[in-house]
């Protein structure tokens, strides 16, 4: 499977991610080196690595797509979180007509997990 935004993939390492980019972005790394990868956060504690901490990979292997868990929870938590400015930072003319598009719906639905993990 191609990797999409909100896909549960593994790296190379077997560490699990859940994709949070459009498309691979160029990251320069602590030893200098530059890659284009695929973004998104660790979703287990692994190592060093803590659930929400950032995560990477040149070739995801995907292992779920979650865009309807992750529409469900959004839902879910648009009540706990309607007074958070994560909500206000999308309000464009758009969602004004009442217009969100998939790719907007989405993005909200990660800011939410994103918030839910770290906590």
Known sequence: MDPKRA???????????????????????????????WKGIYIEDIGDHKIGDEWYSQDPKVIDRTLEGLRVLYEASFA????????????????????????????????????LLRK
Not at 87 to 113: C, K, N, P, Y
């Open 7 to 37: 896909d549960i993939a593994l790296c190379s390492k077997g560490h699990k991610g859940l994709i949070t980019s459009t498309e691979p972005e160029l990251v320069r790394f602590q030893n200098g080196i530059e890659r284009f990868v």
């Open 80 to 115: 706990v979180y309607n007074n958070d400015d994560a909500f206000t930072q999308h309000d464009t003319d758009e969602e004004q007509d009442g217009v969100i598009s998939r790719d907007d719906e989405l993005g909200m639905a990660l800011d939410i997990v994103k918030k």
